[in-house]
Structures are given as C-alpha cells and as structure tokens.
Nanobody, 117 residues
Framework: QVQLVESGGGSVQAGGSLRLSCAAS??????????MGWYRQGPGKQRDLVAT???????NYADSVKGRFTISRDNAKNTIDLQMNSLKPEDTGVYYC?????????WGQGTQVTVSA
C-alpha cells in the first residue's frame, strides 16, 4: 500500500504561479523504481496527465503545460513537486498525485487549483 498526500492548491489570477507538493509513504519495497506524476480533472472533463517523473529524473509533460510547469522529485524525502507558472484559466481543476508501482496505481485525494481570468 502507498499513501499520497497533496498540498499547495489554491486560487490565483491568470499569469500567476502555484506550487503543488505530494508526499508518499508506504512499503519501501513496493516503491522501488516507481513513476510519480500529476494528473488533473477540469470541470466536466476526464482526468488527464499533466506531468510524470521517474526515479532517475526522466520527465514527461502534457503539451499544454510544456514550458510553464516543472515537475521535480526528491527520492530521499519521498516527495514530488509541481511548479506551475504562467497559469491560465484552463489550468483550473482538481490536481491528483499519482504513483505507479508494480502492483498498480495509487492516487491522492486531490487538491483544487482555480485560475481566474
């Protein structure tokens, strides 16, 4: 079992910045070589990938956030962060932390991000 707890959501005007954090805990043997990431679900939309990062730091971003968002990972602290700059109203949604292990996917409870025009 893996537990994920997100923090850092909030409301901001377009062009502003927010930083999300996710702390992971659970069986260390299950958390070896995992992929961690952020997904978001906008109002009336499906949950979509925002960014992922492997244990060795390889990253992948949705085209819509490239150049604006940066994902980072601290393996020693079992955390990932998402620095979000130049936020747009279309970035609004619930952001979920995800960890993919060899046993499956785990999700956090989600944190709301609201960007006003």
């Amino acid at each position: 079992q893996v537990q994920l707890v997100e923090s850092g959501g909030g409301s901001v005007q377009a062009g502003g910045s927010l930083r999300l954090s996710c702390a992971a805990s659970g069986r260390s043997v299950e958390r070896i070589n995992t992929i961690m990431g952020w997904y978001r679900q906008g109002p009336g939309k499906q949950r979509d990938l925002v960014a992922t990062i492997t244990r060795d730091g390889s990253t992948n971003y949705a085209d819509s956030v490239k150049g604006r968002f940066t994902i980072s990972r601290d393996n020693a602290k079992n955390t990932i962060d998402l620095q979000m700059n130049s936020l747009k109203p279309e970035d609004t949604g619930v952001y979920y932390c995800n960890e993919r292990t060899y046993l499956g996917d785990y999700w956090g409870q989600g944190t709301q991000v609201t960007v006003s025009a």
